[in-house]
């Protein structure tokens, strides 16, 4: 073998040791007083874990537009990537996506949470990472929008109930993406990192580190529908608790018109990770 023929046996063998490294061998980050609880990377190819997710199905919320299936053609894992995909005209419905949730599975209490995700921006789409009680209805149990994008905007939420029936207060930031495209635009072609740090005295959401909203939780009283004047954000019971959502909407009451010729679109989530403080006997 001449030494040019060992070179190129050389990087091809690389290249294969390199594309069978799992995404697990990567380094995760350690933050100082945090353990790491709970993640999906993703790296098992086929359909999304049945022990993290659950799937909705249907027409759910919102005068959405998709219908919510479970079909590994609106979301399945691959190359260390869960893809979720709108469909047109598939399955018989006009539109169909899909919605996974972490109920009834991980819910969580107080932590550092992180997801990695490159999201669809032609027009009607509306994907989003929320968390919402797993104890009461909405919106007594609260919800958590680390990420909305609708109306060329990215939204980070946090809502909590009136005094009416399904009248949540809203603490809401919404920012033109613009604001990021002036200095790169391929902005919303890259991925990016949310992140949400919570704890008893407030909730703070960030898009790749920048704050984005800053909720105190002395302001998050319920106001007394069904009599209920709970904080859904501080708890005493570890059974009370958030859980995740992420799914991809079309059109309905905030994702607007819907431009058929961007058909199929994809929302791709590289990880997401949970994170809580340790206590002083090392436990989180």
Request: aromatic residues 16%.
């Amino acid at each position: 073998m001449t030494s040019n023929q060992s070179l190129i046996f050389a990087i091809v063998f690389l290249f294969f040791i390199g594309c069978s490294i799992d995404k697990s061998s990567e380094d995760i980050p350690v933050y100082e007083g945090y353990e790491l609880i709970w993640q999906d990377e993703f790296n098992e190819e086929g359909s999304p874990s049945l022990e993290n997710w659950n799937y909705e199905i249907g027409y759910i919320r919102n005068n959405e537009a998709q219908y919510y299936t479970n079909s590994d053609e609106n979301s399945y894992v691959k190359d260390g990537i869960l893809v979720i995909t709108g469909r047109k005209n598939h399955l018989d419905k006009p539109y169909t996506s899909a919605s996974l949730n972490t109920r009834g599975k991980h819910h969580f209490t107080y932590g550092r949470f992180e997801i990695r995700a490159r999201i669809p921006y032609s027009d009607g789409c509306w994907p989003a990472i929320w968390t919402v009680g797993n104890r009461y209805s909405w919106p007594i149990g609260g919800e958590i929008d680390l990420m909305e994008f609708y109306d060329r905007s990215i939204l980070a939420n946090v809502a909590w109930s009136s005094d009416q029936p399904y009248r949540p207060i809203w603490d809401s930031k919404k920012i033109p993406v613009q604001k990021w495209m002036d200095d790169n635009p391929a902005w919303l072609d890259e991925f990016h990192i949310w992140r949400m740090d919570w704890d008893e005295q407030f909730i703070r959401l960030y898009l790749d580190d920048e704050l984005l909203n800053e909720t105190n939780l002395e302001e998050t009283y319920n106001q007394g529908w069904k009599g209920n004047t709970d904080n859904p954000f501080r708890f005493q019971d570890a059974s009370f608790g958030q859980y995740f959502i992420l799914n991809l909407a079309l059109g309905g009451n905030q994702g607007g018109e819907i431009d058929d010729s961007a058909f199929p679109v994809k929302y791709e989530i590289d990880y997401i990770r949970a994170y809580q403080k340790v206590k002083e006997d090392g436990t989180p």
